[in-house]
């Protein structure tokens, strides 16, 4: 079945490091791609998405680019702040309208100062 | 606009009662999806509707858990009898059904649910 495998967590980073979360998936047909941000206390918010292969998703400094040959969607940031810090899902949902999100099992994430 | 609205935030109930969570999905969305996250078990679909009609419930644990979605503004999501491991942060969604898998899914802040 459509699956989703991120990098366990947690990640410990200090402020301004590069951050990398990897996430691949298997899904039938060519899937949307999504990241999720859920910060302490609080629902999921989307952070990015992509819809087709080579497509880059980005938003507040993250990027993750939607890679068919490696079924990859990793999630990358040049600099990490401390408010950064979060839970963050990987997600897909197959190619046709009207279905659910599939999500990894989540990266924590901790930046310190 | 207001987002995906759940009630209530956080309730704390004895073993054995009934809970009763609620959502109000944003206005124009026909889908709606719940969900429920646990420490063990990550995110899990619970069941979801488009135009009010379940369509996947195969995620709902066992026969205590049961939901509804009368209209397009409302759905719940009813526990009967309650237990223990139903302790967990239960989550409503909704998206735009028509077009295609790219919809967002936007998510409520959550019903954290404490049973004792």
């Known amino acids: 079945g459509d699956s989703v495998t991120q990098m366990e967590g947690p990640v410990t980073l200090s402020e301004e490091a590069f951050l990398t979360i990897n996430c691949t998936y298997t899904a039938t047909g060519y899937p949307s791609l999504f990241w999720y941000v859920q910060y302490p206390g609080e629902g999921l918010q989307l952070l990015l998405k992509?819809?087709?292969?080579?497509d880059k998703g980005s938003n507040k400094g993250f990027e993750a680019t939607y890679r068919k040959e490696t079924t990859s969607f990793h999630l990358e940031k040049g600099s990490v702040q401390v408010s950064d810090s979060a839970v963050y899902f990987c997600?897909?949902?197959?190619?046709?309208?009207?279905?659910?999100?599939?999500f990894g099992k989540g990266t924590t994430l901790s930046v310190s100062s | 606009d207001a987002g995906v609205i759940q009630s209530p935030r956080h309730e704390v109930t004895e073993m054995g009662q009934e809970v009763t969570l609620r959502c109000k999905p944003i206005?124009?969305?026909?889908?709606l999806f719940w969900y429920r996250q646990t420490m063990m078990r990550g995110l899990e679909l619970l069941i979801y509707f488009n135009n009010n009609v379940p369509i996947d419930d195969s995620g709902m644990p066992e026969d205590r858990f049961s939901a509804k979605m009368p209209n397009a503004s409302f759905s719940t999501l009813k526990i009967q009898p309650s237990e223990p491991r139903d302790s967990a942060v239960y989550f409503c969604?909704?998206?735009?059904?028509?077009?295609?898998?790219?919809?967002?899914?936007?998510f409520g802040e959550g019903s954290w649910l404490t049973v004792v």
């Open positions: 997600a897909l949902r197959v190619n046709q309208a009207g279905t659910a999100l599939i």
């Open positions: 992509a819809t087709k292969a080579d």
């Open positions: 969604a909704s998206s735009l059904l028509a077009g295609f898998s790219g919809n967002t899914i936007y």
């Open positions: 206005s124009g969305h026909n889908s």
